[in-house]
């Protein structure tokens, strides 16, 4: 199998269709089609086309659609969409993605929606899962799971399985409770088999059990999940009852979200855009770093301007050429040692104190800094610059490199220290305040070598 | 539960124990810690300590611990292992995980182990998962599955799976082939439990069962996997015969680390790195990029050496105080631009000609260069900067702007036409070409406007 890569030929001959309503030919045309390649056609689609495409298809199809849907283009057709037609659509889903489509609604269409629900515990379920937040252990998890008792026997348990599998799309686990329904082990459905019909299940359980708080952060479950290679985790309140679990493809979704976020953050994007949104969500996620950068560079024009008079030196306004230069390498390295930080905060291998740290990043930041120094004194000597010139633009690139590193190594780890999210240090961040400082640095290096 | 925190008492602990070659206070401090933290521990320690601990375990637990190891780490530790010592951990993971382990030992070790491992259809199928690309599928998959022959009955088809079950982690899905080994469809262990035990296979098989090819990318297997929310799937070979399995694990893993990597080289860090690495390492990957700015730099020392003149009128040398925003904007454009495009060519959801998108981009590029561009008027107004100076500025930073923002969108989609990872176009290289490109364009409009 490949991904379906979506033609422009299929979804101009699907638009045909609906614009003449010929419905049998359009069902029979999208029959085989996967629910989330659907959801990629209706995302290009034009809303009322989008509406019509929905609403064709049988609520099983159309509600896994729903949760596949580009966020923007699922909140305008859920507005098209009646309570009822919203109500028959949850009910099909699984609880969390049930949970998360209602949670897009606003408050009063919400809860008409759960007042149209017929399924009672479905909707105790849903009103569970909305109070909490949507990036935790609660949030994450769906309240389909099959559970055992530790006092039946493996031929009940058997029959209860058949039964409550029905609602549950993957059996990973059977957990097992006690009669307070405390979490207090597993089975796995293949002990389940191979054991004789009357035992107990409290005879046959596994006591060791990994499972997460329900107020625990969603980013410490992937972490949780993706370390131990876990595909479920039960998810328990502060008494250790069951109430949920959380399974791995939603853990995949988050993790993707994450690294997308943090790699558009890095580049001075903010927020979950993408390339297909519009102009207005675009420049909200773009000119907010774009105004931090001009206030610095608008900082650094007031630097310069206190080192005018080098302009007036026949050699040393030299100086100015290179301000270009010295902008880039300490941003460069800047941002270089910020991503390794925070990469190695995430990923928890950032240990030792920051003093070590900094020293390491100090040795480093001489290595590269010296190596780049010397070739630029090549090239000093390749154009003519006056030697002392060279010598000195080369000695205050070594020195902002070295600064740069050793404030692209801190800010990160003082930013997670104080509980802050790290990422927001790379990227725009480091570049803006790194660019003002290492020019200054340069400048005023220079001026105590030269004597200007 | 919580992710494991590495306390550097407990290090110490352990490696004191180890000096006083303690084994059973050893064996007992660490006996609940789960592998995945065990390696965490030997990351830490020294060689010695590591190769001392690696060897107290039995061979399952330790064979899990490799598997687990920061790849440096675990080279030195398997040079440190005989041949024998090395197949008898191989012996005990998954074959997936096996060929990863012999893939890192040279060809001639390589031989020597496989010659050691006494069971040789395992030999067979590790040669098997050696002779593919480490990236493709037959690199990702293991061999170990269930599978039935459609001419089973229930009752031979549940004998079996418990039989083929015991070498098998985790039951997934249970794979249905012909007589000619050809896969053609799935079983769910749930319904094999509810259906009559003398039915055949072929009976109440599911034919659908997605698949990829062994020479597959694992890029695209992992598109594949976390769109469909899949949690295994088989891997055929051009005849169709079933050959092995992936599982979303694996899958995870390798999400995670292209993530890091696409970061990393955002951030002008190329390969695969930690801040936990050696200076040495670190400085490979870090220098090149650098050097990159550095020629970019110098670079832009000719073309402002080409201004020179600029500088003896009283009040245009202003220009030169601006240069460090000037770049600073077309490295922040550009980078917001290319990060946008290579995060949805990512995703596929850059869809329509390369114009519709440089279109979007000039209206995005507009808005935002003449909300900053005012900003800068005012700014010059404040700073009681000669009104016509302002304007050229304003106009010049403008075009920059929108320059950069133009050159940062196509790059990447070019780079992706021509198969090259576009991943590579965001960060130094977008930065170090809009930085030089920016400021000759800025003065060179600067010169037209003022007439200089």
């Known amino acids: 199998m490949k991904t379906f890569q979506l033609s422009e030929k299929l979804l101009k001959k699907i638009a045909d269709l609906i614009q003449a309503k010929k419905n049998s030919p359009l069902k029979k045309l999208v029959k085989d089609i996967h629910f989330a390649d659907m959801a990629e056609i209706i995302n290009e689609l034009n809303l009322d086309e989008g509406v019509y495409l929905i609403k064709l298809f049988d609520s099983e199809k159309t509600s896994e659609i729903l949760t596949e849907l580009d966020d923007d283009v699922r909140e305008k057709i859920l507005k098209r969409l009646s309570v009822k037609e919203i109500a028959v659509e949850i009910e099909e889903l699984d609880s969390d993605d049930a949970a998360d489509i209602l949670g897009e609604l606003s408050d009063q269409r919400k809860e008409e929606v759960i007042l149209e629900i017929s399924d009672d515990s479905l909707a105790d379920d849903l009103k569970e899962l909305l109070s909490y937040e949507e990036n935790s252990a609660g949030g994450l998890m769906a309240k389909e799971l099959v559970k055992a008792n530790e006092n039946w026997t493996v031929t009940k348990c058997l029959k209860e399985i058949k039964q409550q599998g029905e609602y549950v799309t993957r059996v990973h686990s059977i957990y097992v409770v006690d009669d307070k329904e405390k979490l207090i082990g597993r089975l796995s459905l293949k002990d389940l088999i191979t054991s004789p019909s009357k035992k107990l299940i409290k005879d046959i359980y596994i006591p060791k059990v990994d499972s997460v708080n329900v107020f625990e952060d969603g980013e410490e479950v992937a972490k949780i999940m993706s370390k131990y290679d876990l595909e479920a985790i039960p998810v328990i309140n ?169 404030i692209g190594t801190s800010i990160p780890i003082i930013l997670d220290k104080r509980g802050i999210d790290p990422a927001i240090a790379t990227g725009p961040f480091i570049t803006t305040s790194n660019d003002i400082f290492g020019i200054f640095l340069f400048f005023y290096i220079a001026k105590i070598i030269l004597g200007f």
């Open 238 to 406: 502060n008494k250790k009852q069951l109430l949920g679990r959380i399974t791995i493809d939603d853990i995949v979704d988050l993790i993707k979200e994450e690294a997308e976020e943090d790699y558009l953050l890095a580049a001075g994007v903010q927020g979950d855009v993408e390339a297909d949104d519009s102009i207005i969500e675009l420049t909200k996620a773009r000119l907010p770093w774009l105004f931090l950068g001009l206030i610095g560079g608008l900082g650094s024009v007031f630097i310069l301007e206190g080192f005018e008079e080098v302009m007036s030196h026949p050699s040393y306004k030299a100086l100015f050429f290179f301000t270009p230069l010295i902008a880039a390498m300490a941003g460069n390295v800047g941002v270089q040692s910020s991503a390794i930080i925070v990469q190695g905060l995430a990923n928890d291998v950032v240990k030792g104190s920051l003093i070590n740290r900094l020293l390491k990043e100090l040795g480093l930041s001489l290595i590269n800094g010296l190596i780049l120094s010397l070739l630029t004194i090549v090239f000093g000597l390749a154009t003519n610059l006056p030697i002392e010139l060279s010598i000195t633009i080369s000695l205050s690139m070594l020195c902002v490199i070295v600064v740069a590193a050793l």
